[in-house]
């Protein structure tokens, strides 16, 4: 919904001019020329910006100020043409946060109209009760909405999306809205060695394997009761999801080295950046594994098409800031438009790092957030391109990827994990998979 704004003056041409302009920035105006007016809108519901006249036929909209519960509405501007030191002493006394001029500066009423939208945004939440999920988009409604429905169900939620679209969120919020009382535990599949996944999924025994000196207790017992996240499910080893699609299917676990059963209650919510369907054909995830854990399928939509959402999700950002630091920052209406054209291929991890660079960098308080520009490649346009010609295979596209990438990135197995959108552990796979087709590059141990 768009925000609102009470505007109350008896001159009617100043009015019908303000009005224009707030329609201009999005607002929905309700006009009212008297006191009287003025508090028959009012019962209609919430104002983001009350912008009230001082002198006006039936008394002044400082009368209005003291009949009404101010924390029912938003941002509070007086406004006269007539000032004096007696209306700015009242001003000032009582909760008002702006005081302005006739004739109004038009830049100054467009940056008042930006800070009311803007805590607008800030004090009603895209959708109450699931934290940190900002948005009004038709895609991210359809998101929220299924949130809500499966929450409270048993089902197996498997959540995809680009990296940085916020699959943690969502699994956090489908455990947050299901009552469970066991805990929310994460972990992430592709950063494990496949030597060590076992263990940290299922536990393991004393003395089980070399260094076991201890019982360990594995995440699907540490949720007892609760929610495990399995992030990045395809880069799970085949072997061991023929053990985890034998664990969802009992509902117990044998720890590592151990012959003792342990029931385990609990809900799994699995996620990846990849085409599970995509990862059944190329043999890296089992159809029937991905059956099971896709009780619902749940795709979260790129930043790049939501909209209206960037803006929206940046003023979040920054009112986390403001809180943490006492500030009371706000993004600039001119970077908007920026906002909305860059195609965020961080998503809102990207952007939530433009948000907190503009708001640590900036001195002032108007906000002009600008995307990272990547820094220019010294490499030759050979070394970075790939020539695709027709009947090259899609194993051969990504052997090139991955090989060039890591030229670029001086053998960094990490940033070129980063650069990819792929877990290290991809990348110690796909290079252990290609021993005879890398002679260019150092091959990595196998051994993690």
Known sequence: MPPTILLLDDDESFAAAAAELAVAEGFEVHLAHTVEQARQLLRFGRM????????????SGMDLLDQLDLSEHGRVALITGQPSIETAMRAVSA?????????????QFSALLQKSRQRAWRDTPAVEGIEGLVGSSDAMRHVLQTIRQVAPTDASVLVTGESGTGKELVAKALHDLSGRKGPFVAINCGAVPSELLASQLFGHERGSFTGAHTRHIGVFEQAA???????????????????????L????????????????????????????????AAGTLREDLYYRLADISLDLPPLRSRGDDVVQIAQMFVGRLNQRYSRR????HACESALLRHRWPGNVR??????????????GD?????????????LRQSDTEIVFTVG????????????????????????TARALGVSVRTIHNHLSRQDDEAPRVVRPDVAV
Do not use: W
């Open 48 to 59: 983001d910006l009350l912008l009230l006249d001082l002198h006006l036929p039936d008394g």
């Open 95 to 107: 909760p008002i946060i702006d005081y302005l001029l006739k004739p109004l500066c038009p830049s």
């Open 225 to 247: 009761h609760g929610t495990l996240m399995l992030d990045e499910i395809t880069e799970m080893p085949i072997a061991l999801q023929v053990y985890l699609l034998r664990v």
């Open 249 to 280: 299917e009992s509902g117990n676990v044998t720890r590592v080295g151990g012959m003792e059963t342990v029931d385990t209650p609990v809900r799994v919510v699995a996620a990846t950046n990849r085409d599970p369907l995509a990862a059944v």
């Open 329 to 332: 920052k706000f993004i600039s």
């Open 350 to 363: 990207e952007l939530r790092s433009a948000v907190q660079r503009a708001y640590l960098l900036d001195p």
């Open 366 to 378: 108007e906000l002009q957030i600008s995307p990272a520009v990547p820094e220019p490649s010294v």
């Open 392 to 415: 090259m295979t899609l194993a051969e596209l990504e052997r090139q990827a991955l090989l060039k990438t890591l030229a670029h990135y001086n053998n960094d197995k990490s940033a």
